[in-house]
């Protein structure tokens, strides 16, 4: 990063005051998400008439979350659980947007531009260098070009090699809040999931470079991995369940056609042990969302295997990976990036991977049509492999007749009557 600001160190209350009344704030997500600094600025919301706030992912719901609308509005590119009960409130809203466009949406001149970028950074060394840590995916970028960026160092965070590494005058301010990192838990793993993962994977062959999203899906299929050989990382994320797999040596990545002997994500989820690991870890390179998300960087990669879930997947081969029970409840995030990545990429699959039911059974997730008011995240042209604990089915090549045939087969037992009827 060319470094052109101060990197003075101030305290909180100075960090707060040079915030402008009516300013946008862009807010690191993921594990770099400063909720110290939030829970500070929350506490001085009588100092200002308003404030919008802009996030994508984020694993735990921020102190002005509570106050929307007094003064605070929040925008997310992709909600999370902790969100679900403010999804209706005139102060927050839904952002349609592709996670390789966080920072195209956001910089000078974009429809949402950031006046203020907050963000999470690891303690400055005595000659200044520190790093993002966790999280690069958006906020990287916004750093060099915001007017104004203010980062919370905090010990916990570990100092990560690639794109997130910068140094204190990389920003105006540096306030310093010590707090444990959010943290994701390894979902359980259950028989569905388990199931799931024995249809998976046998479209991993040796030499796949992998990139998963977040789940006891995707964490079952990463537990299977331990005898492939020369499996590569490049994707949304690391996390707990890809330590095992890079210290056992199936992930060398030797031959995915990019980033040589490296695994690289946007973001680091996980456990308090995974984040410690990743401190000055050669093997993990952190890279901004258009070389992990973008077509440039996925074109790049050779036999790239991107495994994603959806809510509902329609009979033609479409998918909405964002609207249940009749509203909005994410954005699409990295997933169409990935199933369009895995289509142009050499030797590419996209898998997308769910149970066949939802509501405890009484829902099946593969539909005559979306729901209605549902978007299409994921368009019927980029289906290609669709797994359920019924079976793996390959859908591209394939009429709609066929597809719908196919899709019936893995459907859950009790809705295949339904969804065959004319």
Same mark, same amino acid.
């Given at each position: 990063?060319? @470094?052109?600001?101060?990197?003075?160190?101030?305290?909180?209350?100075?960090? !707060?005051?040079?915030? &402008?009344?009516?300013?946008?704030?862009?807010?690191?997500?993921?594990?770099?998400? $400063?909720?110290?600094?939030?829970?500070? !600025?929350?506490?001085?919301?009588?100092?200002?008439?308003?404030?919008?706030?802009?996030?994508?992912?984020?694993?735990?719901?921020?102190? $002005?979350?509570?106050?929307?609308? #007094? $003064?605070?509005?929040?925008?997310?590119?992709?909600?999370?659980?902790?969100?679900?009960?403010?999804?209706?409130?005139?102060?927050?809203?839904?952002?349609?947007?592709?996670?390789?466009? =966080?920072?195209?949406?956001?910089?000078?001149?974009?429809?949402?531009?950031? /006046? +203020?970028?907050?963000?999470?950074?690891?303690?400055?060394? @005595?000659?200044?260098?520190?790093?993002?840590?966790?999280?690069?995916?958006?906020?990287?970028?916004?750093?060099?070009?915001?007017?104004?960026?203010?980062?919370?160092?905090?010990?916990?965070?570990?100092?990560?090699?690639?794109?997130?590494?910068?140094?204190?005058?990389?920003? /105006?301010?540096?306030?310093?809040?010590?707090?444990?990192?959010?943290?994701?838990?390894?979902?359980?793993?259950?028989? +569905? @999931?388990?199931?799931?993962?024995?249809?998976?994977?046998?479209?991993?062959?040796?030499?796949?470079? =992998?990139?998963?999203?977040?789940?006891?899906?995707?964490?079952?299929?990463? &537990?299977?991995?331990?005898?492939?050989?020369?499996?590569?990382?490049?994707?949304?994320?690391?996390?707990?369940?890809?330590?095992?797999?890079?210290?056992?040596?199936?992930?060398?990545?030797?031959?995915?056609?990019? /980033?040589?002997?490296?695994?690289?994500?946007?973001?680091?989820?996980?456990?308090? /042990?995974?984040?410690?690991?990743?401190?000055?870890?050669?093997?993990?390179?952190?890279?901004?969302?258009?070389?992990?998300?973008?077509?440039?960087?996925?074109?790049?990669?050779?036999?790239?295997?991107?495994?994603?879930?959806?809510?509902?997947?329609?009979?033609?081969?479409?998918?909405?990976?964002?609207?249940?029970?009749?509203?909005?409840?994410?954005?699409?995030?990295?997933?169409?990036?990935?199933?369009?990545?895995?289509?142009?990429?050499?030797?590419?699959?996209?898998? !997308?991977?769910?149970?066949?039911?939802?509501?405890?059974?009484?829902?099946?997730?593969?539909?005559?049509?979306?729901?209605?008011?549902?978007?299409?995240?994921?368009?019927?042209?980029?289906?290609?492999?669709?797994?359920?604990?019924?079976?793996?089915?390959?859908?591209?090549?394939?009429?709609?007749?066929?597809?719908?045939? =196919?899709? +019936?087969? !893995?459907?859950?037992? #009790?809705?295949?009557?339904?969804?065959?009827?004319?």
């Amino acid at each position: 990063m060319k @470094s052109h600001r101060s990197g003075k160190h101030v305290s909180v209350d100075e960090a !707060i005051d040079a915030i &402008s009344d009516g300013s946008r704030i862009y807010v690191a997500q993921g594990s770099g998400c $400063p909720y110290g600094f939030l829970a500070s !600025i929350d506490q001085r919301r009588e100092s200002f008439n308003k404030l919008e706030f802009v996030s994508a992912f984020l694993l735990e719901r921020p102190a $002005p979350v509570d106050h929307l609308g #007094e $003064p605070f509005r929040w925008l997310s590119l992709q909600p999370t659980g902790g969100m679900r009960d403010v999804l209706d409130h005139d102060a927050f809203g839904i952002i349609p947007g592709r996670y390789s466009d =966080l920072d195209g949406i956001c910089a000078p001149g974009g429809p949402l531009a950031a /006046d +203020v970028v907050v963000c999470q950074v690891s303690p400055p060394d @005595s000659s200044g260098f520190c790093s993002l840590g966790t999280g690069v995916g958006g906020h990287v970028s916004l750093i060099r070009d915001a007017p104004l960026v203010i980062g919370q160092v905090n010990n916990s965070m570990p100092f990560v090699h690639g794109d997130g590494e910068c140094h204190a005058k990389d920003f /105006d301010l540096l306030v310093t809040i010590d707090e444990p990192l959010a943290e994701l838990q390894p979902a359980p793993i259950d028989p +569905v @999931s388990s199931k799931i993962a024995e249809h998976i994977t046998p479209f991993i062959p040796d030499g796949s470079t =992998l990139q998963f999203g977040i789940g006891a899906v995707p964490d079952a299929v990463l &537990s299977t991995l331990r005898g492939r050989k020369d499996l590569g990382l490049h994707g949304g994320m690391i996390n707990d369940a890809c330590v095992d797999l890079i210290e056992c040596g199936a992930v060398n990545n030797l031959h995915k056609g990019c /980033d040589p002997g490296v695994s690289v994500a946007a973001e680091i989820m996980g456990t308090r /042990d995974l984040y410690d690991w990743v401190d000055r870890n050669p093997l993990v390179r952190m890279a901004r969302g258009s070389h992990t998300h973008g077509i440039l960087g996925m074109a790049s990669v050779q036999n790239f295997v991107a495994l994603q879930s959806t809510v509902e997947m329609a009979l033609d081969g479409s998918a909405n990976s964002e609207f249940a029970s009749g509203r909005f409840i994410s954005g699409p995030g990295g997933a169409p990036d990935f199933a369009f990545g895995a289509s142009i990429a050499t030797g590419g699959r996209s898998i !997308i991977a769910m149970p066949s039911t939802a509501a405890k059974g009484t829902v099946s997730r593969i539909v005559g049509r979306l729901a209605q008011g549902a978007p299409t995240t994921l368009s019927s042209y980029l289906a290609d492999v669709v797994v359920t604990e019924y079976g793996a089915v390959e859908l591209r090549g394939k009429t709609l007749a066929e597809r719908a045939e =196919l899709l +019936v087969s !893995i459907a859950h037992p #009790e809705h295949r009557a339904l969804l065959s009827a004319p």
